[in-house]
């Protein structure tokens, strides 16, 4: 089987559910979301390699299998559709691993000259600290009198903790990173977050009025204090679970696709 522990101990197999979910997750996220010729194209090979169907990934048979080439007229060597788009595949996981799943500790990578994946586990080593707390979430705040704000606004914090952990891995800080002892998150300094390894805080408000919630949040780039990207979102006043899970689905994927065009 391809997948397995990467180390000293290479031998060690990982369980088929965590590959699983972990080729889920790429699928589902903004680099690949939008390109479905390669969602299916690492969707065949992930499972390929994951029941170790190694025969099963030639190039003519990714052709057939993947690109429905016709199998009476498809020859490998005249048509290179196979070739161009693994090649695209390779590149589009060099960007996954290097924004959206920084932090993730399975791999799953294509190695030059072959189209079988190889999937591993990253030991400790292999992650950067300063990558795996690349994200800090400042708790956003409540700045209307609204009596429903205050609850609205916690529940939205923990479902948008929820969502971006699924969205972004091991790169999130969580809002507990601010406090230290009996001192508030009011007394950390960018300059005490990145020296921390954090290179980015996301941060926010909720105002409400009569007709509408409006979630106002900027993301800054700690190293210089600047604010790298600042985005509103408006909704119809609704105090439910859904309406708090629909919001924070809706700036995960915002920022992701922020990361993604950098």
């Not at 972990?22 to 065949?44: G, H, K, T, Y």
């Not at 707390?133 to 923990?158: W, Y």
């Not at 210089?224 to 924070?248: K, N, P, T, Y």
Request: proline fraction near 3%; hydrophobic fraction near 45%; include cysteine.
């Amino acid at each position: 089987m391809t997948a397995m522990k990467k180390g000293a101990d290479a031998t060690v197999a990982i369980p088929a559910a965590e590959v699983q979910a972990a080729l889920e997750l790429i699928l589902a996220s903004s680099v690949f979301v939008n390109a479905p010729r390669m969602c299916r194209l690492l969707r065949f090979l992930g499972e390929k390699a994951l029941f170790g169907e190694a025969q099963n990934t030639s190039e003519y048979f990714i052709g057939i299998e993947v690109f429905d080439r016709d199998p009476s007229a498809y020859r490998a060597g005249d048509d290179p559709v196979v070739r161009v788009q693994v090649g695209r595949l390779r590149e589009k996981l060099k960007t996954y691993y290097a924004t959206l799943g920084a932090g993730a500790d399975i791999e799953i990578l294509i190695p030059t000259g072959s189209y079988m994946p190889v999937i591993q586990r990253k030991s400790v080593a292999d992650i950067d600290p300063k990558q795996s707390g690349m994200l800090a979430i400042h708790p956003f705040k409540c700045i209307s009198h609204h009596r429903d704000g205050v609850h609205f606004t916690q529940g939205l914090n923990e479902e948008l903790m929820h969502q971006l952990f699924k969205a972004f891995g091991k790169i999130i800080v969580a809002h507990s990173f601010f406090t230290s002892g009996n001192v508030d998150n009011e007394s950390w300094t960018l300059k005490d977050i990145s020296s921390a390894g954090v290179n980015h805080l996301l941060e926010g408000s909720v105002q409400i009025d009569a007709e509408r919630i409006r979630v106002s949040i900027r993301l800054v780039d700690v190293s210089v204090g600047c604010i790298a990207w600042s985005e509103q979102f408006d909704r119809r006043v609704f105090f439910a679970i859904s309406h708090q899970e629909e919001l924070a689905s809706s700036i995960c994927s915002a920022l992701q696709r922020f990361f993604c065009r950098k």
